[in-house]
């Protein structure tokens, strides 16, 4: 696995946890989401949550090959991470992630974890 660089962990930090996720649909329509980063999985993999079933959530269940885009608004720079998502099955990730989406003001529980 890749290490993410300390460049990217910083500006995930600095976007406040905000990244676009972009997906495609089983039709090959692509789409894109913010998405909150609920955590760095050992500095290799982003940990995302679905609270509600939407179109990044079936786009994923369909096919799940991702990019994420992380901005920076004061340099007008930023990265672009390709990969694709795991579902995460571990009870401490999946509790890590329900933490996390509350510490961001979403209640519900996580459908799916995934990083």
Not at 1 to 13: A, G, Y
């Amino acid at each position: 696995m890749v290490q993410l660089d300390e460049d990217i962990i910083r500006l995930i930090i600095k976007a406040e946890h905000i990244v676009l996720v972009g997906s495609v649909s089983a039709d090959g329509i692509p789409t894109i989401s913010p998405r909150y980063v609920l955590g760095i999985l050992h500095n290799e993999k982003l940990l995302f949550a679905d609270a509600f079933t939407n179109k990044t959530f079936h786009n994923i269940n369909a096919w799940p090959r991702v990019s994420v885009a992380i901005f920076d608004r004061d340099t007008h720079g930023g990265y672009q991470l390709k990969g694709s998502a795991e579902e995460g099955t571990d009870p401490k990730l999946i509790s890590q992630a329900k933490t996390r989406l509350k510490e961001f003001g979403i209640l519900e529980e996580p459908k799916k974890v995934w990083s």
